[in-house]
């Protein structure tokens, strides 16, 4: 069985039909409370992930579940540089870039980590610091939070990156 195609703004519009689409499917398939908790869990942060390391996002979700096997499916448009490109990658299961699986596959995924941007980080001019309480200005970090999750939830999560398309499929199995 295959969901419906949601579609998700970086202003969240979709999220939540996301996951009223992911209970549906729960629902059909006669899943348990239990895991149709956990396939909800997976769809937000699957979906948060992205719009972390991506900052902004318009994808696409659905979700194919066949035989006990949930397969959830996010395609989305990003432009990254070499840091976000290593913390998405970084969050698949194999920490490899599905979409380098052949020669030319490796070798496109080699020029466009080369030709990917270094990251700026923000550096506050002296006078921005001397107002701030204590002359410290500390830049957010992304915690990993949606990773963790992820990673402790799911049996598979696979990203597949070519130019700037990102793919990301997270897999759970239900008995």
């Known amino acids: 069985m295959r969901s419906d195609i949601i579609t998700i703004d970086k202003a969240g519009n979709g999220f939540q039909e996301a996951v009223d689409q992911t209970k549906k499917v729960a629902a059909y398939e006669g899943i348990s409370e239990l895991d149709s908790i956990q396939l909800q869990v997976l769809t937000e942060e699957m979906l948060s992930l992205a719009r972390s390391i991506t900052g902004e996002v318009k ?7 066949e035989n006990g096997q949930a397969d959830l499916h996010m395609t989305t448009k990003a432009v990254l540089d070499k840091e976000k490109r290593a913390e998405l990658i970084a969050s ?16 496109r995924d080699q020029f466009e ?7 700026e980080h923000y550096v506050p001019s002296e006078d921005i610091l001397a107002d701030l309480p204590g002359g410290v200005y500390d830049e957010q970090e992304w915690d990993g939070y949606e990773r963790s999750i992820l990673r402790e939830l799911a049996d598979s ?19």
């Open 113 to 119: 980590e080369a030709m990917a941007a270094d990251p």
């Open 157 to 175: 999560i696979k990203i597949s990156i070519v130019g700037d398309t990102v793919d990301i499929t997270v897999t759970k199995k239900f008995n």
């Open 92 to 107: 698949s299961t194999s920490r490899k870039n599905e979409a380098a699986k052949t020669f030319l596959g490796m070798l």
């Open 59 to 65: 994808a696409s979700f659905w979700i194919e579940m």
